[in-house]
């Protein structure tokens, strides 16, 4: 197994993005360099509380599939109105600009906004420079071999 640095990867302020776990179609996200996390639309959200473990049950379209993914932790955020609300944060891989990245997302509802996935900074600050003037820069026909990213390092 090759390992080189990662080099740094332009991308528009919204890019085509596919989440594999969630069994998504391509997904329209916005870079966010104002947010500190990642963002999921997430409805019918229920916290299964098993053993030592807590679950949570969603879906990503009202009448689609319910997933059910393990808590990683809570996190606590604060909207732009200043109002502070705890959410449950799931880790899954996320496929953006030809590479495969494991990420942790908030799940909350984003029905009533206009991109279902935020990608907030300490996501983007991963290798990525954000060109606000431009959008959709890559494809996302899928490649192979993968580029797989792990803790700044590309595994070929």
Request: charged share 25%.
């Amino acid at each position: 197994m090759k390992i080189m640095s990662v080099g740094y990867v332009i991308i528009g302020w919204r890019e085509w993005v596919r989440i594999p776990d969630l069994e998504t179609n391509l997904i329209m996200a916005k870079t966010d360099t104002g947010a500190w996390s990642n963002a999921l639309n997430a409805l019918d959200i229920e916290i299964i509380n098993n053993d030592n473990n807590q679950y949570v049950k969603f879906k990503l379209i009202k009448e689609g599939k319910a997933f059910t993914k393990e808590i990683v932790r809570w996190r606590k955020v604060r909207d732009t109105s200043g109002y502070v609300t705890l959410r449950p944060v799931i880790s899954t891989k996320l496929e953006i600009a030809g590479r495969d990245h494991q990420v942790e997302i908030c799940l909350q509802n984003r029905s009533k906004m206009k991109h279902r996935i935020i990608l907030g900074r300490n996501f983007l600050r991963n290798g990525f420079i954000v060109s606000p003037s431009r959008q959709c820069i890559h494809t996302m026909i899928r490649t192979e071999p993968r580029i797989i990213v792990k803790n700044d390092n590309l595994v070929a």
